[in-house]
């Protein structure tokens, strides 16, 4: 079976010509909202799954990989959303969140097949597979435009460097009104 690319192009709204699919958001707090709440599903959730469906892999859970590899399209295919429409607030197992949201149809089919390849590719030794899950993950990150690839947070030095791009984003974030990056658990005072 082939692998679908993406597409050029992505449905326009009526009078207006379409825009490409790997465009940055036309809109100041489209772009803002992409580039750092991009970055931070990314960061802590896309990675986190990726982690989960290694392990898997590593211990023949075929199951639990493709359902983890299911869970990782649909947090990835987000982060491509938020580009145009994709909601920017998502709760853990909330029904009304649409993780498709101002996805090209094309790309969702692209990652849910490349999610339930995974079926005969863990039974084998699952590395090339892992490889294109990978791929598909550094195509997302890709997008958000960032200079140098997003540090690994779950590193020591990669902590920090994920807290100064939440800091470096935050005041922009308020000044235009969108949800802060962190929980609230994570930045309020313990005292």
Request: charged share 30%.
């Amino acid at each position: 079976m082939t692998r679908p690319s993406p597409p050029a192009t992505t449905d326009a709204a009526p009078g207006r010509s379409p825009a490409r699919a790997d465009a940055p958001p036309a809109d100041l707090r489209r772009l803002l909202a992409f580039r750092a709440h991009g970055a931070a599903r990314l960061l802590l959730g896309c990675r986190a799954r990726l982690e989960d469906i290694e392990g898997a892999v590593a211990a023949g859970q075929t199951e639990v990989a493709v359902l983890m590899a299911y869970d990782l399209m649909q947090f990835s295919l987000s982060v491509r959303g938020l580009r145009t429409e994709g909601e920017l607030s998502y709760g853990r197992d909330e029904v009304g969140f649409d993780p498709f949201a101002g996805v090209p149809a094309e790309e969702v089919e692209a990652g849910l097949i490349l999610a339930a390849e995974g079926r005969e590719a863990v039974s084998e030794s699952g590395e090339e597979w892992l490889d294109r899950l990978r791929g598909h993950l550094r195509d997302t990150e890709a997008l958000l435009g960032y200079r140098e690839p997003l540090p690994d947070v779950r590193s020591g030095s990669g902590l920090m460097k994920g807290f100064k791009l939440a800091r470096t984003w935050q005041p922009l974030l308020q000044r235009v009104g969108l949800p802060d990056l962190l929980p609230d658990a994570w930045t309020r005072r313990a005292d």
